[in-house]
């Protein structure tokens, strides 16, 4: 068993962070505000449970007045999910040509990983549960999106350890297992908690380049 | 993103597993192969898109004599979520008991747990998904029994930190990083895969306990 991130105490689940990398840097547009609160309703209801007049409601907008900002509840999965597959491979794409060890690129490449999690929790939730949702062709893309970022993982993995900076471990088990790991983030980080993110992201890392074991 | 084991090719995710260690000793009981064969269904349209008839018709028997055997679909999750989060309780006691360093009472514990999924994969999902149907006092005493055994593997790792054996990770983030780390074998574990499972758990134990880059 049995990942629980709220069986121990102290822990509360499911709540989303409220810090937004869409809405960083000055005041956010009503769309942007549209697609933060959806993407939270997402996150707690399900694509499928939630409807425009919830978003609406949630908002504070009349419907009738929200469809000037957006036309559709799959526009807005659209967005969301491109949005933070965009995200991924940008920074793959970034880390890829940085003159780094292949050590240094992947903890950087993690870190980045976890921070995305944390600073848009309810879109990255959104972009792992809901693609499903999205229509054929739009799901093609999305699909092969992610198969690119996990083959740039992988790759980066396979390099580390021809150059013998790795162990050889099986990159596909390693991109695997360091994907894995870090999805209980989704269930359990808020701000607030006794360990800050910076923290949060050292520990992991540790645990994955440097192992839990003392050298 | 976005944890997809079937996203890369040649890997073909959700077929459960054969061998099951509920039956590795002589001939199944009629009773044991309904068990088994409900869990491959639960796992594969869920507990509550299943019924009766869809297990009974996977059997090969009425529905009225299978009625013999299993009173309801009620005791055949009971049965099923309480046998898993048994044996996870009683590997937990039994390395908590040998005379082993922390490093080496770990490795077995994690080696368990990856045996457990690859050897019950149905069954250990069921009780992954599925628990959350148990009637209220059982799904208590399920909670209970997984913060039992999330606590006992915190313990070991604290306690092998205090012993100057493992570095210095929160042992709440070390828990949930390890739990979550190899709960994508869920997804794509079989039999004939490339790699076997003694492999597989190598390199899931070496990335955790050694970490990826050499030392």
């Known amino acids: 068993m049995l990942l629980s991130p709220n069986a121990l105490p102290g822990y509360h689940a499911g709540q989303g962070v409220s810090v937004c990398t869409m ?87 993690i870190r980045r990983h976890i921070q995305l999690m944390i600073e848009d929790g309810p879109e990255v939730s959104v972009a792992n549960h809901d693609y499903k949702y999205l229509p054929a062709a739009r799901l093609t893309d999305f699909t092969d999106a992610r198969r690119r970022y996990e083959k740039g993982f992988a790759a980066l993995i396979a390099a580390g350890t021809a150059a013998g900076e790795f162990q050889s471990v099986n990159p596909t088990v390693a991109l695997f297992t360091i994907l894995s790991a870090v999805r209980w983030i989704e269930l359990w980080f808020k ?25």
């Open 23 to 109: 809405i960083k840097n000055g005041k956010p547009t009503k769309r942007q505000i549209i697609l933060e609160e959806a993407a939270k309703l997402f996150k707690d209801k399900g694509y499928v449970g939630t409807s425009m007049r919830d978003i609406a409601g949630q908002v504070g907008m009349e419907a009738a007045s929200m469809y000037n900002h957006i036309k559709s509840k799959d526009e807005i999965l659209d967005h969301i999910c491109f949005r933070i597959s965009d995200i991924y491979i940008a920074h793959l794409q970034e880390i890829e040509e940085l003159p780094l060890s292949y050590g240094e690129k992947l903890r950087t490449l």
């Open 191 to 215: 701000p607030g908690r006794s360990l800050s993110a910076q923290e949060l992201e050292d520990h992991i890392i540790t645990m994955l380049l440097n192992g839990l074991e003392n050298r």
